[in-house]
């Protein structure tokens, strides 16, 4: 009688379970992006989740358990991962995938059967390898006393042996840990790159923004400002097709760096970007413009006529410590920073080449006692012509926006020529008389037979350089604090974008 009744309820359980639920499965995203978040040669991953590894090379699958700490390294033949009682290696790397769709999993350690019924004589429908998973349903324990799982996995649903399946809770929220300290959400692409292991998180368009906007903008900013911020940040990951966790794109911290003021702002303009003529742009942003954006043609080694929303406009509500500032250079940090080996040399002069619109700087020539040198190039040349002593600024000059005070001088001397008078420090190249004939002057440091005696103009010369300037960044696009002082004046977040990126919209 008790084998009858265990039966019927056996059947009883059939008919009320459904034949299909939704699978475990790897979690796939809308609008995905791919961030480069940690480079070594080895590393440690720590999950708060269940993740599905998968090997590139031969395609297995494995499903790893929350709380699992995977130890990654990069040799010769590829990419090792490894945890307690489990080691692979993968030339073309893995990848690591949350696992999302169900609340419980079925785990199993060994090869394990999917049969339609509750004991061994029913037919196998298919056989899962150890390490794969199915969506667990229900349990049941037959007239043998044996548990069996219910468990789903796509289209098929069937019993699996409980003695080969290890259940486990899958998390709402997966995340993992990096040795680099921050957490992250999303799944993983462990690629080796050289003679390291490249980590990159690929995860949502929204859920990446997350770990950026709070990052790049202060999150007690006015929501406005916020909303801005995350236009520009989503238009510009749009455009980009691999990122960095870097301010080389955008400051990306991932969950560690989540804020829920920032978050608030992200959903209330989810998926909206910038567009030019209908089409999604590069929406550039920056600190500080000291009042004024730039061109990008002043800039970088850009054509304007390409990036006609990247031109200059007026930043009036700005109000940033960065608006003005004022760094002062010694003589002997200039001969180092323009390459000048003779560290006795006489500085003369400093010149700067001011092409921009608005007196952006794009070419500096400094003048010495042992040569002239001049160096161009874009913001970022200029800027690491003058470092600063502040990694919080990159170690490099706030701006390519100033003007140069000499202090100090020459020998003050001048000379009479055919054209007029020079400065002494400007004689080289000019042709004079001397005792034996005409000479053509191949330096600048002369001696001069005058009343008194022999002058030369070897004196103490320019003994530093103070350089004014505003702005901080390349002052392309958005001013960060300009977007602060628009919404501190009740501008919303489109006109905020539509002012700095001239001629655009904004729309999903």
């Known amino acids: 009688m008790k084998k009858i009744i265990s039966l019927f309820s056996f059947l009883l359980l059939l008919i009320s379970l459904p034949a299909f639920t939704q699978a475990a499965e790897p979690k796939q995203y809308s609008n995905e992006v791919n961030v480069s978040v940690y480079l070594k040669s080895s590393l440690t991953i720590t999950l708060n989740g269940t993740y599905q590894l998968v090997n590139k090379d031969s395609g297995a699958k494995t499903v790893v358990l929350q709380n699992t700490v995977l130890t990654v390294s990069k040799d010769s033949s590829g990419v090792s991962v490894s945890y307690t009682g489990f080691s692979q290696k993968s030339a073309k790397g893995f990848d690591l995938q949350e696992i999302t769709g169900t609340s419980k999993l079925a785990v199993f350690?060994?090869?394990?059967?999917?049969?339609?019924?509750?004991?061994?004589?029913?037919?196998?429908?298919?056989?899962?390898?150890?390490?794969?998973?199915?969506?667990y349903l229900d349990s049941f324990t037959n007239a043998q006393g044996q548990v069996w799982y219910k468990v789903s996995s796509g289209s098929l649903s069937g019993w699996v042996l409980s003695t080969t399946a290890r259940l486990s809770e899958v998390s709402s929220l997966s995340t993992a840990k990096v040795s680099n300290g921050t957490t992250y959400r999303g799944s993983f692409f462990l690629k080796p790159n050289g003679s390291q292991v490249e980590v990159i998180n690929f995860l949502d368009m929204e859920d990446y923004l997350k770990g950026v906007v709070p990052n790049e903008m202060p999150a007690s900013w006015p929501k406005e400002a916020?909303?801005?911020?995350?236009?520009?940040?989503?238009?510009?990951?749009?455009?980009?097709?691999?990122?960095?966790?870097?301010?080389?794109?955008?400051?990306?911290?991932?969950?560690?760096?989540?804020?829920?003021?920032?978050?608030?702002?992200?959903?209330?303009?989810?998926?909206?970007v910038a567009k030019y003529n209908g089409k999604p742009i590069q929406t550039f942003f920056f600190s500080t413009s000291g009042g004024r954006t730039a061109n990008v043609g002043d800039v970088w080694n850009s054509n304007q006529a390409y990036y006609p929303y990247l031109v200059s406009v007026d930043d009036p509500y700005e109000s940033s410590p960065y608006s003005s500032w004022s760094e002062t250079f010694t003589s002997a940090q200039l001969l180092k920073n323009f390459g000048i080996s003779d560290t006795s040399a006489v500085i003369y002069d400093l010149t700067l080449s001011k092409t921009g619109a608005n007196g952006e700087v794009r070419g500096v020539t400094l003048k010495t006692s042992a040569g002239d040198k001049t160096v161009t190039g874009n913001e970022s040349v200029i800027r690491k012509l003058f470092p600063l002593p502040n990694s919080s600024v990159y170690n490099q000059l706030y701006s390519n926006w100033f003007d140069a005070v000499l202090n100090g001088s020459a020998s003050g001397l001048s000379v009479q020529t055919a054209s007029g008078t020079a400065n002494i420090s400007d004689m080289k190249g000019q042709t004079v008389q001397t005792a034996t004939g005409q000479v053509t002057l191949s330096d600048s440091k002369v001696s001069i037979q005058t009343a008194s005696g022999v002058v030369t103009n070897e004196g103490s010369g320019i003994t530093s350089v103070t350089l004014n300037g505003?702005?901080?960044?390349?002052?392309?696009?958005m001013s960060q604090y300009g977007a602060k002082g628009f919404a501190e004046k009740g501008w919303k977040a489109e006109q905020i974008i539509t002012h700095y990126f001239k001629g655009t919209t904004v729309s999903k």
């Open 109 to 135: 350690t060994a090869d394990t059967p999917l049969r339609r019924g509750a004991t061994s004589s029913y037919e196998i429908i298919k056989t899962f390898k150890a390490g794969e998973s199915a969506n």
């Open 470 to 477: 505003k702005g901080w960044g390349h002052r392309i696009g």
């Open 226 to 272: 916020l909303k801005a911020q995350a236009i520009a940040a989503r238009s510009y990951a749009a455009n980009t097709m691999m990122l960095t966790s870097t301010a080389a794109s955008q400051v990306y911290k991932g969950y560690s760096g989540e804020d829920p003021r920032a978050n608030a702002a992200i959903q209330e303009t989810a998926g909206l």
